[in-house]
């Protein structure tokens, strides 16, 4: 009923209620349980990085006084569980990780309904037929040429996982090609392809987005195939805007819309 009643109240004191309306529903979301999901089952390439990039999330995870839990075991994708974790990461997951329908349909309505998503490199090497997560995840793996140093351009300085970064960002790691890109992508970084040997994206080559989903919000980074980027500064400061940005820890404009099936 109060939920109700501040809605009405904004409604007829702004002059544009609908805004007003969703502003009001956003700031009654129910926190989020401070938890996250650490997910790097592989079905295809399985990176040897994997180690590195668990401790590193457990340790921003402490950081932020949120809890880990670490698997490789899909049935821990429904409701009931699911309802237990604020974020959900896909560490370098590859091929086909839900095998069944009811995983997958599960982790959709998790996070439509208010979850956070972070995909990390091999996540967009993943689920190539499962047509919801390949809108979700915003572009999938196109292949990608030797580890090699680039450069990074921040495209948006204002979000938790950019904020910290130079204009450019030069770092070493194995930079994916993208297909299927989608629209709705909100990016942050785009790599400078002639600053490098074997891209094929162009002028338009995203390396980091996000966008809302729903009620929930996705990131992804293409970084994180190496070893060490799990101990690199900048890079352990991108995850962990990021992890404050899904947890709504850190303040963001996206504006959650309704996601198409």
Not at 146 to 162: C, E, L, N, S, Y
Not at 252 to 259: L, R
Request: charged content about 25%; aromatic content about 10%.
């Amino acid at each position: 009923m109060r939920h109700l009643l501040a809605l009405l109240a904004l409604a007829l004191a702004s002059p544009d209620p609908v805004s007003a309306v969703q502003a009001a529903d956003a700031a009654v979301q129910p926190a989020l349980p401070r938890r996250i999901l650490v997910f790097s089952r592989t079905a295809g390439f399985r990176h040897d990085s994997i180690p590195e990039g668990v401790k590193c999330l457990r340790e921003l995870a402490a950081a932020a006084k949120l809890e880990v839990e670490a698997t490789e075991d899909p049935a821990q994708f429904t409701p009931a569980n699911l309802a237990r974790f604020g974020v959900v990461v896909f560490l370098n997951t590859t091929g086909d990780v839900l095998p069944e329908r009811a995983q997958e349909e599960a982790f959709e309505r998790w996070l439509e309904g208010g979850g956070g998503f972070m995909g990390v490199h091999a996540a967009t090497d993943t689920e190539f037929k499962w047509p919801w997560f390949a809108r979700m995840v915003g572009g999938q793996f196109a292949g990608h040429p030797k580890i090699q140093p680039a450069d990074q351009v921040v495209v948006d300085r204002a979000h938790p996982a950019t904020a910290h970064l130079p204009e450019r960002w030069k770092r070493t790691d194995e930079w994916y090609n993208f297909k299927n890109l989608q629209a709705d992508n909100k990016v942050l970084l785009r790599l400078d392809e002639k600053t490098y040997q074997g891209g094929k994206n162009g002028d338009d080559h995203p390396s980091s987005w996000v966008k809302p989903v729903a009620k929930g919000r996705m990131f992804y980074t293409a970084g994180g195939h190496t070893k060490q980027s799990y101990s690199e500064p900048d890079f352990r400061q991108h995850l962990a805007g990021a992890l404050a940005w899904l947890m709504r820890d850190a303040p963001d404009a996206v504006t959650p819309s309704p996601a198409s099936r």
